[in-house]
Nanobody, 122 residues
Framework: QVQLIESGGGLAQAGGSLRLSCAAS????????VGWFRQAPGKEREFVTA????????YYADSVKGRFTISRDNAKNMVYLQMNTLKPEDTAVYYC???????????????WGLGTQVTVSS
């Protein structure tokens, strides 16, 4: 099974940018669709964006559309989340997840990373 490790989180100011990375090991990430989810304190985990195995299809939550971009480099076994024009409400732990079919529901993904914290100050 694939193992996922997120990186790139940290502290950013409102209006700033961060790029998160999701690195895969044990299996080629090119075999999987990958989603990004986030969970803020006291809130449920929510869908952010997802990309299919080839990169030809991507979905975005309305709250991040036009600000966040998901991409992948299967040769490097990596998936990226470029986050621009960050807002304080983007503060959360961000998780990448993988499975065979692209989906917007957390329960449809079997493989998860441990998450990376993103904090946006106003």
């Amino acid at each position: 099974q694939v193992q996922l490790i997120e990186s790139g989180g940290g502290l950013a100011q409102a209006g700033g940018s961060l790029r998160l990375s999701c690195a895969a090991s044990r299996r080629a990430i090119g075999e999987y669709a990958v989603g990004w989810f986030r969970q803020a304190p006291g809130k449920e985990r929510e869908f952010v964006t997802a990309i299919n195995w080839s990169g030809g299809t991507a979905y975005y939550a309305d709250s991040v559309k036009g600000r966040f971009t998901i991409s992948r480099d299967n040769a490097k076994n990596m998936v990226y989340l470029q986050m621009n024009t960050l807002k304080p409400e983007d503060t959360a732990v961000y998780y990448c997840a993988a499975d065979l079919v692209i989906a917007k529901v957390a329960g449809d993904y079997r493989y998860w990373g441990l998450g990376t914290q993103v904090t946006v100050s106003s």
